[in-house]
């Protein structure tokens, strides 16, 4: 009992609202129909349990719906990691690079960005996530991605089972006047017959989640296409659009300086495995960084600063 109170804290407790938002509600309602509905599907009407071939397919959609649960809430509930308040660098000197965060009371850490929804300096911010209602940054990186993977995988296999029940079932009992067209679906055929044959209600439920499934594979996959295409290159979606106003200031004001970004290790797979690793837990700290050869650890926040100010100069030039 005594260890069941040491890990449920009043603090997780209070996480637990995370889940009373539109996000999590939509996305947790994808999950369930999709998943539901394919058990449903294989057990009644396409792939009875009683075969092997039908006892793996639904131990890998429980298996496709404990990992894709497993990876969102992880997201959801471990969180980004934020920078501690009232931090400040151990060498005084460096603050001169860094901007001071009047809300948190703190320097901003290098790659560490203020949200304004979650009121705090997010550690490697990414981005903020309805979905999880939460924000992607440092130490959930690996499991939001993870679950941008799953989920689409998931969707993929509930899909397929959707549209082989719907075929199967319908198959004898529709005419679209194909006579010279001949089919083979004496494999298909469950003997016996279902206990419960698969009706109207079950159709439109069946092609509901089919929908789901697949919108779910088309939304979700691009969004792991470009977490992926960021994550090679050891950057964030912030730093993204960050590197590109600093080329684009370069060319403007035909600057002779090339701007390197200076957490991209040169490797892909070095910079994969920043982010992800065996244990789970990304490497360091979030605070600092390795960086590559030539490069400064303030690199990027001297940028955001310069850019910062021409953004602050050009308006007041603007408006006089």
């Known amino acids: 009992m005594g260890a069941l109170c040491s890990v449920i804290k009043f603090e997780n407790l209070q996480e637990l609202k995370r889940l009373c938002h539109w996000g999590p509600i939509i996305a947790l309602g994808v999950i369930a129909i999709c998943s539901t509905m394919a058990m449903i599907d294989s057990v009644l009407w396409y792939w009875p349990l009683h075969t092997t071939g039908g006892s793996v397919n639904f131990i890998m959609l429980i298996n496709w719906t404990v990992m894709i649960l497993y990876n969102y809430f992880n997201a959801m509930f471990i969180g980004p990691g934020f920078v501690p308040l009232g931090w400040k660098p151990e060498n005084s000197q460096d603050s001169m690079y860094l901007q001071y965060c009047k809300v948190c009371q703190a320097y901003k850490a290098p790659r560490s960005h203020h949200c304004r929804k979650c009121n705090r300096c997010v ?23 993870l679950f941008l993977l799953l989920a689409p995988l998931g969707c993929i296999h509930a899909a397929f ?16 006047g194909w ?20 009706g109207l209600a079950a159709f439109a439920a069946t092609l509901f989640a089919l929908g789901l499934a697949l919108g779910t594979t088309i939304a979700v996959g691009m969004l792991f296409f470009i977490q992926m295409k960021i994550i090679l290159r050891n950057k964030t979606s912030i730093e993204s659009w960050i590197e590109e106003k600093a080329k684009d200031r370069i060319q403007y004001y035909q600057l002779d300086e090339v701007f390197v970004f200076p957490y ?48 602050v100069s050009f308006s007041s030039s603007s408006s006089s």
């Open 123 to 145: 550690l490697k911010m990414d981005h903020h996530c309805p979905w999880i209602n939460n924000c992607c940054g440092f130490q959930n990186h690996a499991s939001f991605t």
């Open 161 to 176: 089972i959707f549209v082989m029940t719907m075929y199967t079932q319908l198959y004898n009992r529709l005419s679209f």
């Open 179 to 198: 006579n010279t067209v001949k089919i083979d679906m004496s494999a298909a055929r469950r003997d016996p017959l279902p206990l419960i044959p698969f």
């Open 264 to 311: 991209d290790m040169g490797s892909r797979w070095k910079n994969f495995k920043q982010v992800f690793t065996w244990s789970g837990v990304p490497e360091g700290d979030g605070l600092a960084w390795p960086i590559r050869e030539g490069c400064h650890q303030y690199d990027l926040t001297v940028s955001i600063s310069v850019q910062s100010f021409l953004s």
